[in-house]
């Protein structure tokens, strides 16, 4: 008889077990329907899913390369998402070789290939990790509030001439951009926009080039399915 409830009570903890590791199973899934997954925006072989001049942009190696080398634009140029999005988790890598580029979010498309609206900056000096916004209030106050000390630190986060890590992360009034670890700008703007498509920016002037890599969002409102 004890043999045999010793039995019994090992049966029943391996069903015990075999529940739990099926509801561990389960659970991701539910987590992740209920909280969003990162989601690539780039695949790694070509432009689907973005619009921009070709002329500019290409694929190699698994990057977007953006360069004005051999070509003059007459303003600065953009390569868009043709989806629009809102609260988000924005993560991307780029490396730039010289002058000026940045990752809009929450932007307007405007013909040919022009963008308005925020801007994560990425420059050569002074401004890489800055908010800007193009087309609207430009530099935006909290970076002229900054003293020329603390204007000068976010640069010391900079990778230049490698691959830097960019998160901007959206979620109402509240825009926060992290770079390589480092949070370079947290406010609350009531006054920018809540909406808008994600673009890659070369800049008029030098001839010049940048690459992005490891493109990926994260939607903080996913919509309920079911």
């Given at each position: 008889m004890?043999?045999?409830?010793?039995?019994l009570?090992?049966?029943?903890?391996?069903?015990?077990?075999?529940?739990?590791?099926?509801?561990?199973a389960?659970?991701?899934?539910?987590?992740a329907?209920k909280?969003?997954e990162?989601?690539?925006?780039?695949?790694?072989?070509?432009?689907?899913?973005w619009?921009?001049?070709?002329?500019?942009?290409?694929v190699?190696?698994?990057?977007?390369?953006?360069?004005?080398?051999?070509?003059?634009i007459?303003?600065?140029?953009?390569?868009?998402t043709?989806e629009?999005?809102s609260?988000?988790?924005?993560?991307?890598k780029?490396?730039l070789?010289n002058?000026?580029s940045?990752?809009?979010?929450?932007?307007?498309?405007?013909?040919?290939?022009v963008v308005?609206?925020?801007?994560?900056d990425?420059?050569?000096?002074?401004?890489?990790?800055?908010?800007?916004?193009?087309?609207?209030?430009?530099?935006m106050?909290y970076?002229?509030?900054?003293?020329?000390?603390?204007?000068?630190?976010?640069?010391t986060?900079?990778?230049?001439?490698?691959w830097n890590?960019?998160?901007?992360?959206?979620?109402?009034?509240?825009?926060?951009?992290i770079?390589?670890?480092?949070?370079t700008?947290?406010?609350?703007?009531?006054?920018?926009a809540?909406t808008?498509?994600i673009?890659?920016?070369?800049h008029?002037g030098p001839?010049?080039e940048?690459?992005?890599?490891?493109?990926?969002?994260?939607?903080?409102?996913?919509?309920?399915?079911?």
């Open positions: 004890e043999r045999r409830n010793r039995m009570i090992k049966g029943f903890a391996v069903l015990a077990l075999a529940s739990l590791a099926a509801t561990l389960v659970e991701p899934a539910w987590l329907e909280t969003g990162f989601k690539p925006l780039f695949n790694g072989k070509d432009l689907t899913g619009d921009g001049d070709s002329r500019l942009w290409r190699e190696n698994g990057e977007i390369v953006g360069s004005t080398e051999g070509v003059t007459e303003h600065n140029t953009f390569l868009s043709k629009s999005y609260d988000f988790i924005l993560k991307a780029v490396k070789r002058h000026n940045g990752i809009q979010f929450r932007s307007e498309q405007q013909p040919d290939y308005a609206g925020y801007q994560a990425i420059a050569e000096q002074t401004y890489f990790g800055m908010l800007y916004e193009e087309k609207k209030r430009g530099i106050e970076w002229k509030a900054m003293t020329p000390e603390e204007q000068a630190k976010t640069q986060y900079v990778k230049q001439g490698d890590e960019y998160e901007i992360i959206c979620e109402g009034d509240h825009v926060k951009l770079l390589n670890g480092h949070v700008c947290d406010i609350t703007d009531p006054e920018g809540k808008g498509i673009a890659l920016q070369l008029a001839a010049m940048v690459r992005f890599k490891d493109i990926s969002i994260k939607d903080l409102k996913p919509e309920k399915k079911g």
